[in-house]
């Protein structure tokens, strides 16, 4: 076991704990097989019901898959050592929650220096835990944690080396955009969450989510599945009002490529493919990408009160500056 800052780091094979001051449990993995996986799936598959925003357990093993062999020796040539996770939390010895993030060194041009940039997937907290601040915990420790686990997990090409180097964390996380849902999938997923649309946007605010405002859309996650539209793309981390087009690019060409993807060319995917190409014409214009904060959710319109024929519909859009 090694201790790095306030935390303590234990590793096994492909599995590292890392325990944190605030006293949770994080058991993360990069393999299918050695059960972790299993036990994260049946937490996450009673956390989430939208069908285009879920991965299935065929999905989540490909792209752990991806963490070894020829294929991480092929995209690590390409985009650099790379750590997808899943993790499962527990307080007491109880699983109490989950994540899913994939992470990765990048040239951040702001700073002039590398930066870990983490891609947030999942997370969730059990039911029964819901309404204890564990999810707060959980996003208060994941910059701590994401750097722990990617600097000791083996990842060939010297990861640990690239984390050591890294001295800022930026998280991103996909968020229901409560203008763009349908009036039926905004119920379902209330109803099983028991936290309205606007308020987790909010609840997510509180924690240090801005909203970028960039025309973000999920590619498929499978043949079977349709991209989704209906989302916002937020970080955590950035340390300006604005983030650098290039940034996103290289956060997204990873991300696109291997956790959507599962390992393909993000080029060869019309939804990827045009967001790549809008940020190199944003770069190229030396447009910068506003960060949008949510200040009062109460002053926002009622998501099912405005008129989707008009152009301001998006969260986007009603939070921009008038």
Request: aromatic share 8%; with cysteine.
């Amino acid at each position: 076991m090694s201790r790095v800052s306030d935390i303590d780091v234990a590793v096994d094979g492909a599995r590292v704990r890392v325990t944190s001051a605030a006293g949770l449990a994080y058991d993360g993995s990069t393999s299918a097989g050695d059960g972790r996986l299993e036990e994260f799936f049946a937490a996450y598959d009673a956390a989430f019901v939208l069908p285009n925003e879920k991965e299935g357990h065929a999905g989540f093993a490909a792209c752990l898959a991806l963490n070894e062999g020829f294929q991480y020796d092929r995209l690590c040539r390409r985009y650099g050592p790379f750590r997808e996770f899943v993790v499962t939390v527990r307080a007491a010895g109880e699983m109490v929650g989950g994540l899913n993030f994939i992470t990765f060194p990048l040239s951040d041009p702001d700073q002039d220096r590398p930066a870990l940039s983490l891609n947030l997937n999942y997370i969730f907290v059990v039911a029964t835990h819901r309404r204890r601040g564990l999810l707060t915990r959980m996003v208060g420790d994941l910059p701590a944690v994401a750097l722990a686990m990617f600097a000791h997990s083996h990842a060939p090409l010297l990861p640990g080396d690239a984390a050591a180097a890294c001295h800022c964390v930026y998280t991103f996380i996909e968020q229901n955009d409560p203008y763009r849902m349908s009036a039926a999938d905004y119920a379902l997923d209330t109803e099983l969450t028991g936290l309205d649309q606007l308020a987790r946007i909010a609840l997510w605010a509180r924690q240090g989510a801005r909203i970028v405002d960039f025309a973000y859309v999920q590619p498929a996650l499978t043949a079977q599945q349709e991209p989704d539209p209906n989302l916002v793309y937020a970080v955590l981390g950035a340390p300006g009002p604005t983030l650098h087009p290039g940034f996103l690019s290289q956060h997204l060409e990873r991300f696109f490529a291997i956790s959507v993807l599962k390992g393909a060319d993000p080029r060869s995917n019309a939804e990827a493919r045009q967001q790549l190409d809008s940020l190199a014409d944003c770069a190229a214009q030396g447009r910068r990408l506003a960060l949008l904060d949510v200040q009062n959710i109460q002053r926002l319109p009622d998501p099912g009160a405005v008129d989707v024929s008009v152009e301001r519909r998006t969260l986007r859009a009603v939070l921009r500056p008038v």
